[in-house]
């Protein structure tokens, strides 16, 4: 996008939908700064700012956009990148956080199926805890197996609407 068209855009309706997005994701169930970093990363043209530029835009302090990019980063929907022949960092969002970060559920998803099934040997599968437990597991087994079916339509999807990455 040329710096005439980037300058069209209105900075009122950005910063509407970021704060709109943002609470979203809040009520989603993440944690409001962390939210307000990844939704002002994802409308951004370049989808990648320094934690100067996040602190200007989102009126926030260094530490608040620190805490924030830190567990987006953890959970894999953006990552940190060195500016060339600077100290500065960038945080970048992808076009693939979303598949990036059910893709990394998985793992989580797997550690509580191991927790699940010594809950169900612990508690005993003939007990009404031990069933409870034992249909938790079928059911985090039965989500695991449809995120990887689905997540491989998405990848066939993504590449015929889209294009190759």
């Known amino acids: 996008m040329t710096e005439s068209a ?4 209105d ?17 989603a169930g993440m944690q409001r700064m962390p939210a307000r970093v990844f939704a002002a990363l994802l409308s951004s043209d370049e ?3 320094t934690s100067a530029e996040l602190g200007e835009q989102l009126r926030i302090s260094p530490a608040a956009v620190s805490g924030a990019v830190r567990y987006l ?3 894999h929907m953006v990552s940190r990148e060195r500016e060339p022949g600077s100290r500065r960092e960038r945080y970048r969002v992808h076009g693939n ?21 010594e809950g169900v040997t612990s508690l005993g599968a ?4 031990g069933r409870r437990m034992a249909e938790t597991l079928a059911f985090f087994e039965f989500i695991e197996a449809e995120i ?3 997540m491989e339509r998405w990848r066939v999807h993504r590449e015929k609407t889209f294009g190759p990455e």
Do not use: C, H
């Not at 910063?15 to 994701?25: D, G, N, P």
């Open 6 to 9: 980037r300058g069209a855009r």
């Open 11 to 27: 900075a009122e309706a950005v910063s509407r939908f970021v704060e709109s997005f943002a609470a979203q994701l809040v009520e």
């Open 47 to 49: 989808g990648s700012m």
């Open 73 to 75: 980063a953890q959970t």
């Open 97 to 117: 956080q979303w598949y990036e970060a059910l893709t990394n559920r998985e793992a989580v998803i797997k550690r509580w199926e191991g927790a699940l099934r």
């Open 126 to 129: 003939d007990t009404p805890a």
């Open 148 to 150: 990887v079916e689905m």
